[in-house]
């Protein structure tokens, strides 16, 4: 009988957290055009560094022109990947983004939101 109530408890855990995960992936993020500058906005968007990287080699823009001068959706490269918790391409950018407060509603991205991303001009 432990066990069964082991085997219940774990299963209940580790079925809750993957809802968790699911929820907090739940926007969709899609660019506004096809510039180089939306272009790498989404490359940071997919939080993936092997990806961000690919992409600012084809676009020949190097990691200081991406940090200083890019603006995603009108905002530095650090508070767009701070806000939208892009951690992995942030570290890959040696930026900064757990020192700002924010306060992100799980609950609302129950539902899939859709997300326009431009870069600047």
Do not use: H, W
């Amino acid at each position: 009988m432990n066990t069964l109530s082991t085997t219940i408890c774990t299963t209940l855990l580790l079925s809750s957290a993957a809802l968790t995960a699911t929820n907090t992936e739940a926007a969709q993020f899609v660019a506004a055009d096809n510039s180089p500058s939306t272009q790498i906005c989404m490359a940071v968007s997919s939080n993936r560094p092997s990806q961000l990287y690919a992409t600012m080699r084809d676009l020949r823009i190097s990691k200081t022109t991406t940090t200083d001068k890019l603006r995603c959706n009108d905002m530095s490269i650090a508070k767009f990947a701070g806000t939208y918790g892009f951690n992995k391409t942030a570290k890959y950018l040696n930026l900064e983004t757990t020192t700002g407060t924010s306060i992100q509603d799980l609950a609302k991205l129950d539902q899939q939101t859709i997300m326009v991303v431009a870069g600047s001009k």
